[in-house]
Every structure is written in structure tokens, then in C-alpha cells.
């Protein structure tokens, strides 16, 4: 007879948690989530998601309801129910440093390893700086008694992205499972089944290769935008257009079109922390090629801010002081309200903090950019953040922006200026509507 399913829990309900556990209980397991925030575990428990994410509440509430889904503040239910522990608390940016700040993974480890009673795995699924994963298999070691329950600890680092969070849990591109024993690579193989029963690549190896290529992953990604954007300031140095040269490049298979969009640069909540833990690390192991590079990467991706907030005073003419500005998006990118470390939110400040009069519309994050923001001036449409405007920005390449009437809009605004800095707007339907287009790279029309 089969073993019966590993049972699951899931420690830490923020974004990579919640839709981790979600994906858990549709997958067939039973699954608890455990959050210190008893807010977040009311929320979850009534199948509320506390933050924006597309097709994530329907999985949410099919798990709850089929009772297959619960969540606890109590770390100790979590250790009695479950076989295997997936860890997916956050790891911030240590204020004052570029390091990760690991006192919530040390918590969950030694937490879940205080309260173990029968044999477990523990599974890191945080984005960490190398090394941290054997520290902590080392201090659940130390905690667990020598004659106690079978308690071993491997890494599986999550690729998921925001916005498409739920297609990534349920079909990942890769499964890769550092420093699992046959019996810990077995459990994970019946966690992952599905996946791996279509064919998804199953990448063993040890602890610190499973750390590295998640921030390898993420340091790619980051590195692209910043070549395309350092690639776009020569565009318009030049008067060249960077979205044709990118698409050009794209057909190239070995380099690919994605991550190919210049703009206004990268940002929330991994990105360009985990640049700037990876140059840290980097430079701690005295591996520095890596650390200049990921600095120039980082100073190119925030450079793209200030070009953008030039472009604007530009526009008004020398100085925005006591200019309208009107600011369309407020996320860190389409399809979430997430407005961590947000580009766009960073120049409506930048703007504010100028003496403008900013008033920001973003479909889904104005609420939690009020919240990060409140100096700012938020609108509830297109209409009421362009009206009396001087200059237009587009910062986040929402939907609802790309296929916006600029005739319409055009009525309704002073100035005749749209700064598109996700090079997303149809150009020449807004240059025919009476508007100034001006896009990152791409050459003004003479
Ligand atoms: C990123 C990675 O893409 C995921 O694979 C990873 O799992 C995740 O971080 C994580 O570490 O948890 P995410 O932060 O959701 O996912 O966002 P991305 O879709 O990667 O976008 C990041 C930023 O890059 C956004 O601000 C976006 O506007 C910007 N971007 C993206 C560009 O400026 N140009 C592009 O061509 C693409």
C-alpha cells in the first residue's frame, strides 16, 4: 500500500506563503499556515487574500472550504500536525546595510526544531544569502536531542512572480531541492508530483547551489533590465529606438525578448534587495567581480528614476514647483498593489518633494501607496489624476493606461506632455491626439 500523503505546513503567510499553502491544498494535501500576525491568520482563515493577487482568493477559499486548508498562529500545532515544513518568512533589507536581515528564518527554524516531536523536514524556501541554509540545518541540530525524531533540513528556493503567482506554484519552470538525503528527496518528490508528473525538471544538489541559483536568478533578471536601460540611454543619446533594437535582439533565442522592456527599471520587494544581499555576500567571500557588478547594475536601475524625474522638470519648463503632475501607476508593476520599492511611487515623491502637486492613480495600489505615501495626492481615475495636469507620466504599464483615449485625455489636461517611462503607450496615436510623447530611449520625433 501507498504511504499515506506528507502532510504540510507552511510557516510565514506573507505572499510566497499564502499562495504556497494555497497551491499545497489544491494539490490534493492537507496544509496548515502558520503566521505570527494574527491578523493575516483571521484573514486567511476566512479566505480573504490581505493583498492583490490574480486567481489567488478562488484557491484561498476552495482550500479553506474543503477543509483541507487552515491557518494558526501556533507554531507548535504546526510541528505535531505536519511531515514536512516548508520556511517562507520574509528576508528584508538590514536597515543601514545591503544585507539580508535573517532574525525571522532563524526564528522559524529554531521555533519549528523546539517544538518537533516527530520526524520532520524542514524546507527552506526563503531567498537567503549562500551559507545560511547549513547554519541553520547546524542550529536545528543543536536544538534537536540526539535521541529524538528524525529531523533533516533542505532548501528549495521559489521562482514565483508576482501577479502570476498561482500559475507559477502550480507549474513551475524547475523544482530544485538542495542538500536533501534520499529519504528528505523522496518526500519532496511526492510533494511535487504533479509537476513532475508533466515533465517539470527536478534539479538535486546540495544546500549552497540551491541558495545561489535563486539570487543568480533574480541578479540575471535585474542585469538584463539594466543593460537594456543602459542600452537605451545610448538610444537616445544616438537616435536610435531601443524597443525595435530590443526586439531585434529578442529573436536571438540565446538572449530571448523578456526582461528586455527599458523603462523606469526594476523594483519591489525582491529584485533590488536581493542584488544588493547578493553584492553583500559577494563581498564578504571576497568574490568581487560580482560586487562591482551588481553596483553598477543597481546604480544604472536607479538612475533610470532621476532620468525620469529630469524628463518631467524638463518638460514643466525648468522647475515643477507648483506644477500639476499628473502620475499614472503607483505599483512596482502591473497586476499587483504591491508598492515596495516601487519606481513609480519613488518619482511621484521625487516630484513632491519638489514642490509639485502630485495626484497618482494606480488601479489596484492606491490604497497601499497612500498608505507608504501619504503626502501624495491620489486619485480614484485616469480622469482625475491627468485633469489640469502640465506634464502626464506613466510609470506603471498597467492595461487600462496602454489603451487609454489620449483625444480625451488631451481635453482634459494644461500641458500636452506625456512622459511614458514603460515605453507602453502607441506613440503615434498620442503624437496624432496633440501630445508632446516622449519614451525612455526612444527618439523624439523632430
Ligand atoms: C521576481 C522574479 O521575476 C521571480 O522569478 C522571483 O521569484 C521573485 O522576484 C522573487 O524573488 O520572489 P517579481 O518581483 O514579482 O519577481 O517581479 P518581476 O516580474 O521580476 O519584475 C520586477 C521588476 O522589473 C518590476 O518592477 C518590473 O517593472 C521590472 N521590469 C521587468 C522591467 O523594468 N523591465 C522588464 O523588461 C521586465
Request: glycine letters at 10%; charged letters at 20%.
Amino acid at each position: 500500500t501507498a504511504a499515506p500523503a506528507p502532510r504540510i505546513s507552511v510557516v510565514g503567510t506573507g505572499y510566497l506563503g499564502a499562495t504556497h499553502a494555497a497551491a499545497m491544498a489544491e494539490l490534493g494535501f492537507e496544509v496548515v499556515g502558520v503566521d505570527v500576525d494574527p491578523a493575516k491568520v483571521e484573514a486567511l482563515s476566512a479566505g480573504k487574500v490581505p493583498f492583490y493577487e490574480p486567481g489567488l482568493p478562488e484557491l484561498l477559499v476552495r482550500g479553506v472550504e474543503s477543509g483541507r486548508l487552515r491557518f494558526t498562529t501556533d507554531l507548535a500545532e504546526a510541528a505535531a500536525f505536519a511531515d514536512v515544513h516548508f520556511v517562507c518568512v520574509g528576508t528584508p533589507q538590514q536597515p543601514g546595510s545591503n544585507g539580508a536581515d535573517l532574525r525571522y528564518v532563524e526564528a522559524a527554524f529554531e521555533g519549528l526544531a523546539q517544538h518537533l516531536t516527530k520526524d520532520a523536514l524542514l524546507v527552506g524556501k526563503s531567498t537567503v544569502p549562500v551559507g545560511t541554509a547549513a547554519l541553520m540545518a547546524e542550529r536545528v541540530r543543536s536544538i534537536v536531542p540526539a535521541d529524538g525524531p528524525r529531523v533533516e533540513l533542505a532548501w528549495n528556493p521559489e521562482f514565483l512572480r508576482e501577479g502570476k503567482a498561482v500559475q507559477d506554484t502550480l507549474a513551475p519552470d524547475r523544482v530544485v531541492v538542495g542538500g536533501a538525503s534520499p529519504w528528505g528527496e523522496e518526500l519532496l518528490r511526492r510533494v511535487y508530483a504533479k509537476p513532475l508528473a508533466t515533465g517539470t525538471p527536478f534539479i538535486a544538489t546540495d544546500l549552497p547551489t540551491a541558495e545561489l541559483v535563486k539570487v543568480s536568478a533574480n541578479a540575471f533578471l535585474a542585469t538584463k533590465i539594466s543593460f537594456i536601460n543602459a542600452i537605451s540611454q545610448v538610444c537616445d543619446k544616438a537616435g536610435a529606438d531601443v524597443t525595435v533594437l530590443a526586439d531585434a535582439l529578442g529573436h536571438d533565442v540565446r538572449i530571448g525578448r523578456q526582461f528586455l522592456n527599458a523603462g523606469l527599471g526594476f523594483g519591489g520587494g525582491c529584485l533590488p534587495k536581493d542584488i544588493r544581499a547578493l553584492m553583500h555576500r559577494a563581498g564578504e567571500l571576497d568574490a568581487n567581480w560580482l560586487v562591482s557588478l551588481m553596483q553598477d547594475v543597481d546604480e544604472i536601475n536607479m538612475w533610470q528614476r532621476q532620468r525620469v524625474v529630469d524628463m518631467a522638470v524638463e518638460a514643466c519648463g525648468g522647475s515643477v514647483l507648483n506644477r500639476r503632475v499628473g502620475v499614472l501607476g503607483a505599483a512596482f508593476k502591473p497586476d499587483t498593489d504591491d508598492v515596495r520599492d516601487s519606481p513609480a511611487l519613488n518619482v511621484a515623491a521625487a516630484l513632491h518633494l519638489r514642490g509639485a502637486q502630485v495626484v497618482v492613480f494606480d488601479p489596484e495600489a492606491g490604497e497601499t501607496g497612500k498608505r507608504s505615501f501619504p503626502a501624495l495626492g491620489f486619485g480614484t481615475s485616469t480622469e482625475e489624476a491627468v485633469q489640469g495636469a502640465d506634464v502626464v507620466l506613466v510609470l506603471t504599464e498597467w492595461p487600462e493606461f496602454r489603451t487609454a483615449d489620449p483625444v480625451a485625455l488631451r481635453a482634459l489636461t494644461t500641458g500636452a506632455t506625456v512622459i511614458d517611462a514603460r515605453n507602453c503607450l502607441p506613440a503615434q496615436a498620442w503624437r496624432d491626439a496633440g501630445w508632446t510623447y516622449r519614451g525612455l530611449g526612444v527618439a523624439p520625433v523632430q
